[in-house]
């Protein structure tokens, strides 16, 4: 396998970022930016408690004034949506669906040249921790994996200064239906990231220590990633550039390099994004082994919720 991973391992193809994607969603049904409108039940009742209250007829509901503090609070602050799911905890979930052309890993092909269906689902815990899922069709006679991939991943990341954020986990690649042998490993991860206006770049590695799926050696990623969002659109031009030295290379040698260059685009007050890019990957491949990393062109359509 040769590109960036999920969490950080997935590559900007397979339709999850890569490297951080501007959103130019917006939300169409306001009343005024962004606030919501209180119901004229809720005006009508806290306006007989106020009569009440300055009749000294009686003290006001606690309930009733619980309610309509809620629903004032909703005007000045809309409730976020991720926090509402997961109530006063500050669990936020989150999940993704793509439809891509060929599922690409640093630059190889694992779908066959043939569609491939993915999808992820997040869970961001307090103080930056986070796990997840993400799974993707695969073509079960290109590397024998089987036919499907099932990555589970946890870590932390977050902001250290202004513009500069840290990613750091672990994730177990799973390959649930492949034939005999011991095709699982697991990887450690991490990336650093600098903002500089609409520009992000990303520097990061991924490590694979020595296990029996992979021959009993190890295998090292090292990659870079380049997001430039064009201002005031939804396109955002993405570059990508990575070495592997390892198990993981398909080569004679067990080195490769791979690459890609392309262009996302968020369309505006939907969940969805369509990216295509040009992708491909170098290396010393054996002799008569299917040539799984032709340089191809890959369009990618998601949906974040």
Do not use: C
């Amino acid at each position: 396998m040769l590109t960036s991973s999920r969490g950080l391992a997935a590559t900007f193809l397979a339709g999850t970022a890569f490297v951080a994607t501007p959103v130019f969603a917006t939300e169409t049904n306001e009343t005024v930016a962004g606030s919501e409108a209180r119901p004229v039940a809720q005006t009508i009742e806290i306006e007989a408690i106020d009569a009440l209250i300055g009749d000294g007829q009686a003290d006001a509901p606690a309930d009733a004034f619980s309610v309509e503090a809620d629903a004032l609070e909703r005007v000045i602050a809309p409730v976020d949506k991720p926090s509402k799911a997961g109530g006063d905890s500050g669990v936020e979930f989150s999940a993704n669906v793509a439809l891509t052309t060929e599922y690409r890993f640093r630059g190889v092909d694992l779908s066959g040249g043939e569609l491939a269906i993915q999808g992820g689902f997040d869970v961001t815990l307090p103080a930056g921790f986070y796990v997840g899922t993400w799974a993707s069709s695969l073509d079960e006679t290109t590397v024998g994996y089987g036919s499907t991939e099932l990555d589970v991943y946890g870590g932390w990341s977050g902001d250290v200064t202004d513009g500069v954020a840290l990613d750091v986990g672990v994730i177990g690649y799973l390959y649930p239906d492949a034939g005999p042998g011991d095709f699982d490993y697991v990887e450690f991860y991490g990336s650093v990231a600098f903002t500089f206006g609409p520009a992000e770049t990303t520097l990061g590695v991924a490590y694979a220590p020595d296990q029996d799926s992979l021959g009993s050696t190890d295998n090292l990623y090292l990659y870079t990633d380049v997001g430039i969002g064009i201002p005031n659109t939804p396109i955002t031009i993405n570059g990508h550039l990575g070495y592997t030295d390892g198990f993981l290379t398909f080569t004679n040698d067990g080195k490769a390099w791979d690459w890609s260059i392309g262009a996302e685009v968020a369309i505006p007050d939907t969940p969805l994004s369509v990216s295509a890019a040009y992708v491909g990957a170098e290396g010393d491949i054996p002799a008569g082994f299917y040539d799984f990393v032709d340089d191809a062109f890959v369009v990618t359509v998601s949906a974040s919720f």
